[in-house]
């Protein structure tokens, strides 16, 4: 079962929400009012909360400049598979 830890407002009109589940954490986002952004899933590691941050930064800029592809991508946008 996920749990919230945090919410963080790093980026203006955006929320991100740290989760954990014990074995790994998650990062989604509420970018300029649209809910459930998979950023990432996974164990964490050394500078994941600045990719997080960048990704996301990343996102609502897309969304600013009206590019409507970014609504059609599917999964999470951070993968280290």
């Known amino acids: 079962m996920w749990k919230i830890i945090a919410r963080h407002k790093w ?3 955006c929320t ?3 989760s954990t589940n014990k ?3 998650r990062f989604t986002a509420t970018i300029r009012g649209f809910q459930k952004w998979k950023i990432y899933e996974g164990e964490f590691y050394q500078g994941l909360a600045e990719e ?3 990704k996301v930064e990343e996102i609502r800029e897309k969304i600013d ?4 592809a ?3 991508q599917k999964g999470y946008f951070i993968d280290r598979r």
Do not use: M, P, Q
Request: aromatic share 6%; charged share 20%.
């Open 52 to 54: 997080v941050a960048r």
């Open 65 to 68: 400049n009206n590019d409507e």
């Open 11 to 13: 980026l203006i009109g």
């Open 70 to 72: 970014i609504f059609c």
């Open 23 to 25: 074995n790994a954490v």
């Open 16 to 18: 991100i929400t740290e």
